[in-house]
């Protein structure tokens, strides 16, 4: 077991559909604190910097376009295998293969508006903190 730290992003779809404290609810019940939130609007250039791995990809305009349309919620979360098990909560990245009682099963419409990010792995998790938030930002 390890303790991490992971990032999270309740999308705009999530933010529209009123379910902040039903997604946040369900980080605390299985036991990641937030150490760290807010509440923010992206700009296109900040979508495209955090997303910048897809650059090459064929729906990189769509999804930071989606992502700056609208406010989302951002979190840092920490608890042990944080990053696995941020993942189990959100569900398969596309809704449609999405497992019962995962926050993609109950709110997301499409691969794209899919309600959730979460970091993937260790590195990319590190990267994706700092790209939001300062270090003094992250409570102990
Ligand atoms: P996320 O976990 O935020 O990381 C990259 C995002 O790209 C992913 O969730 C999806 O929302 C999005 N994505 C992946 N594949 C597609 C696709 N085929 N069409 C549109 N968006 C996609």
């Known amino acids: 077991m390890a303790l991490e730290r992971t990032l999270s992003i309740i999308k ?6 009123g379910v902040i404290g039903d997604i946040l609810n369900r980080f605390e019940k299985a036991g ?3 150490v760290a939130l807010k509440l923010t609007q992206l700009s296109l ?10 650059r090459a990809r064929p729906f990189f305009g769509e999804l930071t376009e989606y992502m700056a349309s609208g406010p989302v919620v951002i979190s840092v979360l920490e608890g042990e295998n944080a990053i696995s098990a941020n993942r189990d909560l959100m569900g ?11 926050i993609r099963k109950a709110f997301a419409r499409s691969i794209g508006e899919n309600t959730v990010h979460g970091s993937d792995a260790p590195d990319t998790a590190a990267t994706e903190i700092a790209y ?6 992250l409570v102990n």
């Open 12 to 17: 705009p779809d999530g933010v529209a559909q």
């Open 45 to 54: 250039q900040e979508a495209e910097g955090f997303y910048a791995v897809h």
């Open 92 to 102: 398969a990245t596309n809704p449609a293969e999405a497992a019962e009682g995962t």
């Open 132 to 137: 939001f938030f300062a270090t003094t930002e």
């Open 32 to 34: 990641l604190k937030i």
